[in-house]
DNA sequence: TTGTACGCGTTATCAA
DNA sequence: TTGATAACGCGTACAA
């Protein structure tokens, strides 16, 4: 008996879905009704609406979402772009995003570049050609033509996340000059003026921003800026630990390091522990964006610092804004004040230095 | 002049991706000879291969995949949802299952639950309709209903990350079990004995793995378990604070808390510290997951951990198998090892309690 | 080897 | 108010 092989080679496919079609069915109705029913327009008799409700009902049926897509060109998908989701900044940011625009009915794309342009670039095109409908990115440059060009060849909304590209995105930018400023402030009252500032490249606006707002203070105190105390090189967590190793290895190192990355406190902590120093009695320290580390550091860190969920849902609504096709043509720059946190870690500056 | 209106009301859409029949025109050949050349089918001649190539290089097309979806019934598009993407060890996991299903041509849809039954419900449902070909989730719950019943109705490959729900799902699990003993002998060989665990409510594996953990170390060493140390209630940071607090405030407290939850440090950290005890001398700590935090708080945290990252590709590379429909088709159930790392805060216990 | 035509599930248009 | 039908872009079976 067992050769009768009663099951015929079953397709094995997932249950299929109810279509819109078999609703229609169902209902006794033709498909337009049914449709009709299902978008909410207005002209379907009462009894018609029940007996489609009720088909929508028995069979479970929802839309498919890529018909719809096909259909309208919509995909009710935003992307969203980030260098590195571990980052507890951008992983603030993205929260908030998704937030808003999941109570919206959108789902999100994420992609993580790691700091690579190929992968950048590959998402892009890949969530284009999903049909997003807007797009919220930190690209790890902005003078990138490619990136650029391929950008306006899909013309899909953008909000650009701490980055500026003039004339053409709207950006949601971080007031790091303000927060640089209120930085040297408070470790000028203390006494401080050999203070370093570790960023990254200044092909990004926040490295731009906070230098300057670095020199700028500089500038307004009347004294000169000490080249070597401006490292550009980096901000990465690995990076910060190299570069105030070095710093700190100079034979007249500065009395105050400010980091100018969300991701650096880590490794600036680190070498500072590893060369057996105090904060804040040998050295101070300002980081930027607040996390548990800077929290509960001995002693805590001060920070610079902003609200990343909020900023997440500034941007989210920015983007729901263009999608609708609301609010001003020009490409808006909205900038979101930062907040000096003042907490162990910057200390008065020993007087013989 | 102004009513000539030379704008005859531009659709302003976007210039519309060229379509494979673009690029058929203009290549001179038919439709289908250019999706054979798109797709690599064999039979196409080299002189009309090199018009349809010639043709897509020059048009820039792409594929559109909606309508590839459409057509295909699958989307390469993954669905991947975590409770919160602020969290370190998440992150991480998201992290490593985007890297490898991205180098694989797949995209990710991200949705955070914030422990909301709702808003996992809703990821699923509207992942499920935009035909995700996999699923990789970390539910709030392990005996929800409705969420099952949904599961087996949408009847995606699906991967649980830390979680089990038998005879169902493949599971990628910690193994937390192996690392609460671990804490435990080590804290033992120190001269612990009132060892507090907290961890989250048992419907989840991770807690159950823990309280098993601990509760077969004891009876192992032959000694009663004291009931008041065990509690359920909270994996959050928040809830940390208010049981650690709450355990110090006993007049005969445990002397070393063992934390089971991956967001927990922080809060308990803040506790201790509120309280002005010291790490240590006056309570030995152990948390679940390396971070920043635990290596750099004073003293360094000793911890329970794994490799996130390696996790998450782990995990990507079941799916991509069961999306294959490689493997066996009983669901698997993927052991992780823990590793102990034994560091500042967990020290010989005082002799005199 | 190449071309044609169909259908995937929707929505919108048009005619009844 | 309702029903039939075209179209979105693609892949493929089938016919040439």
């Known amino acids: 008996m067992k050769s009768l092989s009663p099951t015929p080679k079953a397709p094995r496919k997932q249950p299929s879905r109810a279509t819109i079609r078999e609703v229609a069915a169902l209902g006794g109705v033709a498909l337009g009704t049914a449709s009709r029913v ?23 049926y929802k839309p498919d979402t890529v018909a719809q897509s096909m259909r309208n060109g919509e995909s ?3 992307g969203i772009l980030v260098r590195n989701i571990t980052s507890p900044v951008l992983a603030g940011f993205v929260r908030g995003a998704q937030e808003v625009l999941s109570d919206q009915g959108y789902t999100l794309l994420l992609g993580c570049s790691e700091e690579s342009r190929e992968r950048e670039v590959n998402f892009i095109m890949s969530a284009a050609s999903r049909r997003i409908d807007g797009l919220i990115m930190i690209t790890s440059a902005e003078d990138d033509a490619e990136l650029l ?6 013309n899909i909304p953008t909000i650009l996340f701490d980055r500026e590209i003039p004339e053409s995105f ?12 209120q930085s040297l402030e408070h470790l000028f009252s203390l006494g401080h003026r050999r203070i370093a500032i570790l960023t990254g490249k200044d092909n990004v606006y926040p490295a731009r921003a906070r230098l300057r707002g670095y020199r700028a203070f500089f500038e307004a105190q009347g004294l000169p800026v000490d080249e070597r105390l401006i490292s550009t090189n980096t901000f990465t967590s690995e990076g910060a630990f190299v570069e105030t190793s070095a710093i700190l290895g100079w034979t007249q190192p500065p009395t105050a390091i400010i980091l100018g ?10 070498a500072i522990k590893a060369r057996g120093l105090r904060i804040p009695e040998d050295i101070s320290l300002v980081a930027s964006g607040d996390s548990d580390l800077a929290m509960l550091s001995t002693p805590p860190t001060s920070v610079v610092r902003w609200n990343n969920t909020e900023v997440g849902r500034t941007g989210a609504f920015l983007l729901l804004e263009r999608m609708k096709g609301e609010g001003s043509l020009e490409p808006r720059r909205i900038i979101v004040p930062t907040e000096y946190l003042a907490r162990g870690s910057s200390g008065r500056c020993p007087p013989d230095r």
């Open 38 to 60: 299902i978008n909410k327009h207005p002209n379907v008799s009462a009894e018609n609406m029940a007996k489609v409700q009720a088909a929508i009902a028995k069979l479970g």
């Open 76 to 78: 009710r998908t935003v």
């Open 149 to 154: 060009a391929l950008r306006k060849e899909i």
């Open 170 to 181: 709207d950006a949601l930018l971080i007031a790091h000059e303000q927060g640089i400023k």
């Open 261 to 270: 990355g969300i991701s650096m406190l880590a490794g600036s902590l680190s």
